[in-house]
């Protein structure tokens, strides 16, 4: 069965740029999507068909997919951006989730 | 507006038939562009994927569990009924269920754009 790695986390200071990548067998010939979810609460789409932003999120978050990796991008990184990050596919009409990484802003 | 609710027993014992409800609003079942997923969070860990159906009633399982997945929707009531039997302490989880959206007849772009709140379920005897 297809899978998607993760990190299991990332750090990164207040304001700079955060990286997250999702890793996956000719991951660019699909779609990818990125999920937020803070703190006991419902994951959030942040990014879907690899770079497009939902009305809502800020610009600062982005996306990019090529080869076998996406990567969700989030510049000057706020406070209010730590969460746990899920990648996101669709193999065939199954759904695939990576195992998430945990941003810390520090 | 759109709104999904999960519902069902907060605890079930081991063996027993868990059965879930997703009852939701603000767009139809049989809407071509939106179907129903099912994903489920153990404490502390990452999301899984559990089950999807279409508006068209076609239907997808998680390939580890679909022995023990049965997804159904009355479109009428505006629910998706999810059934997974045979429970273990480790499905003890909360369980979410979400919208997805197709944004094109072809729907080769589909996420999930809404989720419910999510309803623990603990597996204990």
């Known amino acids: 069965s297809y899978e998607l790695t993760q990190p299991p986390s990332v750090s990164v200071s207040p304001g700079q740029i955060a990286s997250i990548t999702c890793s996956g067998d000719k991951l660019g010939d699909k779609y990818a999507y990125w999920y937020q979810q803070k703190a006991g609460q419902s994951p959030v789409l942040v990014i879907y068909q690899d770079s497009k932003r939902p009305s809502g999120i800020p610009e600062r978050f982005s996306g990019s997919n090529s080869g076998h990796t996406a990567t969700l991008t989030i510049s000057g990184t706020q406070a209010m951006d730590e969460a746990d990050y899920y990648c996101?596919?669709?193999?065939?009409?199954?759904?695939?989730f990576g195992g998430g990484t945990k941003l810390t802003v520090l | 507006q759109v709104t999904l609710k999960e519902s069902g027993p907060v605890l079930v014992k081991p063996t027993e038939t868990l059965t879930l409800t997703c009852t939701v609003s603000g767009f139809s079942l049989s809407d071509a562009r939106m179907g129903v997923t099912w994903i489920r969070q153990p404490p502390g860990k990452a999301l899984e994927w559990l089950a999807h159906?279409?508006?068209?009633?076609?239907?997808s399982y998680s390939t580890s569990l679909k022995s023990r997945l049965t997804i159904s929707k009355d479109t009428s009531k505006s629910q998706v009924v999810l059934s997974m039997t045979n429970m273990d302490p480790v499905d003890t989880a909360t369980y979410f269920c979400?919208?997805?959206?197709?944004?094109?007849?072809?729907?080769?772009?589909?996420?999930?754009?809404?989720w419910g709140q999510g309803t623990l379920v603990t597996v204990s005897s």
């Open positions: 979400a919208r997805s959206y197709c944004t094109s007849g072809s729907c080769y772009v589909r996420y999930f754009d809404y």
């Open positions: 996101q596919t669709w193999d065939s009409s199954t759904v695939v």
């Open positions: 159906i279409f508006s068209n009633d076609e239907k």
